[in-house]
């Protein structure tokens, strides 16, 4: 019924830059808080970066200064531009939203398929 879709993840070189791209879809009508969470192979998932419907941000220590979340309400779309990659950020990338499908139903938590996401040289 709801679906997030995931692009943008792939190879790239340490230093180089990457833009990931996650759209809803289906029976959606508002959107609350929008987030990106990252898995490496044999650790834990972690939260790097959350933004409100109104536009403020979060991030994990390890990120910030380098990637830069966003949002298109109109496209209940959501981005995270990655800069300045370091091996250490090699991990599935999963989008993350708060969804209501009624205007008087709950939020619940939706997630996209995941993308992989590698710096490597």
């Known amino acids: 019924q709801v679906q997030l879709v995931e692009s943008g993840g792939g190879l790239v070189q340490p230093g180089g830059s990457l833009r990931l791209s996650c759209a809803a879809s289906?029976?959606?009508?508002?959107?609350?808080?929008m987030a990106w969470y990252r898995q490496a192979p044999g650790k834990q998932r972690e939260l790097v970066a959350s933004i409100t419907k109104s536009g403020s941000t979060n991030y994990t220590d390890p990120v910030k200064g380098r990637f830069t979340i966003t949002r298109d309400n109109a496209k209940n779309t959501v981005y995270l531009q990655m800069n300045s990659l370091k091996p250490e950020d090699t991990a599935v990338y999963y989008c993350?939203?708060?969804?209501?499908?009624?205007?008087?139903?709950?939020?619940?938590?939706?997630w996209g398929q995941g993308t992989q996401v590698t710096v490597s040289s």
């Open positions: 993350n939203a708060r969804i209501a499908t009624r205007s008087w139903g709950t939020f619940y938590n939706y």
């Open positions: 289906g029976s959606i009508f508002s959107i609350n808080a």
